[in-house]
């Protein structure tokens, strides 16, 4: 549903004083201002004061306030519950059951004027699949227009999104590029990611190469769009499930920018086989070893693991000894003693929370073979076969 003129049913609680707007000046009091009385576009108070009223309505009609995501909320009404979540003036929500729908759509209307958009079928250039089994997210019409926009709407599509051999560098000798529309492409395959981790390892790299883009790397990034050309169903699916099993799994490339010598930490994370959280992401600090660089990357990981529990607690799902699985023993072992050995005294102290989380239990670090870890495919490029659905 969406709310229509939002912000000017917003109150204000400073004083606000505007020039009388053209056509409406007074004749008696030309030199006098307006003072207001509420919220208006434009101005700076105007989304706070529009939120502020929302959510004042939606909990004084008993609906709670999620303590990580202000603009979720919830209501339980005996087995049954309703979750809305507020996006500016657009809300999108869901029940148990049909009934809670419709008497949350009729509240709304009596308090707001509203426009109902029906059964959610796109948000924030999202498009939505709902059916018995699960929802599936794709970005089906994005990927075409980013095509058609950077004219290969009739290139011949690939089968990955980067060849396994590919080590790009400056490459001095190579022509330049024209660095607007490189950013444009790198700036909408980024988007393109929030459905589409198959591709968020090379989009990562080829993001590297914004300043003084080349001709290698403009026919590089090109790949990933003849790769999408061939793959434009792809999207991330949420079955139903009984259980909300919390699972992560995290991995680093040891020095694996050929220039800067800095490894890269790759995660991704899962609620009952849902995939719903990846990243890749370089590493600030040069580490010294396979097993700093994977400990550090357990950090940056199990904060978002820690996150996601914490979200998964607005919705009454509590979540303890999370498995978290590694390829490196050593990564474990650090994370499991409090001594301080010399190959490791030397990592800051940030990092160290692990140690903390893990002998509270909170999150439990197991192996994992390496051709098991499926985090891999935020690390480096693979064959054919990897990407076969």
């Known amino acids: 549903m969406d709310v229509k003129s939002a912000f000017l049913n917003g109150t204000i609680s400073e004083e606000v004083y505007v020039n009388q707007p053209p056509g409406f000046e007074s004749d008696l009091l030309p030199s006098h201002v307006f003072k207001l009385k509420k919220a208006l576009y434009g101005l700076k108070q105007a989304p706070q004061a529009w939120y502020d009223k929302l959510s004042s309505f939606l909990t004084s009609n008993n609906f709670i306030r999620g303590n990580i995501h202000s603009t979720l909320f919830r209501k339980e009404i005996k087995d049954d519950f309703i979750i809305v979540k507020i996006y500016v003036d657009d809300i999108i929500f869901g029940a148990t059951n049909d009934s809670l729908c419709q008497k949350f759509s009729k509240l709304m209307q009596d308090e707001f004027e509203m426009s109902m958009m029906g059964e959610l079928k796109s948000f924030l250039g999202l498009q939505i699949v709902q059916s018995n089994e699960g929802i599936k997210i ?16 009739d290139a011949k599509p690939m089968k990955t999104p980067m060849h396994p051999s590919t080590t790009l560098g400056l490459d001095e000798d190579s022509p330049e590029v024209d660095s607007t529309m490189y950013r444009g492409i790198v700036g909408s395959l980024l988007y393109l990611t929030t459905s ?37 169903n792809l999207g991330i699916s949420f079955y139903r499930r009984q259980n909300f099993t919390l699972l992560g799994y995290y991995d680093a490339d040891y020095a694996g920018d050929k220039w800067e010598r800095k490894s890269t930490s790759e995660g991704c994370h899962f609620l009952d086989h849902c995939l719903v959280s990846w990243t890749s992401k370089r590493q600030s600090k040069i580490a010294l070893s396979t097993s700093e660089a994977e400990y550090v990357a357990a950090r940056h990981y199990l904060t978002q693991l820690l996150w996601i529990k914490h979200q998964l607690e607005d919705y009454d799902i509590y979540e303890s000894s999370i498995p978290v699985l590694c390829d490196n023993t050593a990564a474990i072992n650090i994370s499991k003693t409090l001594v301080l050995h010399s190959r490791t005294k030397h990592i800051k102290i940030k990092h160290h929370f692990i140690r903390d989380h893990v002998q509270k239990g909170t999150f439990n670090l197991i192996y994992v073979k390496t051709e098991e870890q499926l985090a891999n495919i935020f690390t480096k490029p693979f064959q054919e076969d990897r990407y076969t659905c």
Request: overall charge positive.
């Open 138 to 153: 794709h970005q089906m019409k994005y990927t075409k227009e980013i095509l058609k926009k950077y004219k290969m709407d």
């Open 196 to 232: 589409r981790p198959d591709i968020m390892f090379s989009v990562y790299i080829y993001a590297r190469f914004q300043v003084k883009p080349k001709e290698v790397h403009l026919q590089a990034v090109k790949r990933i769009l003849r790769y999408i050309k061939g793959t434009t």
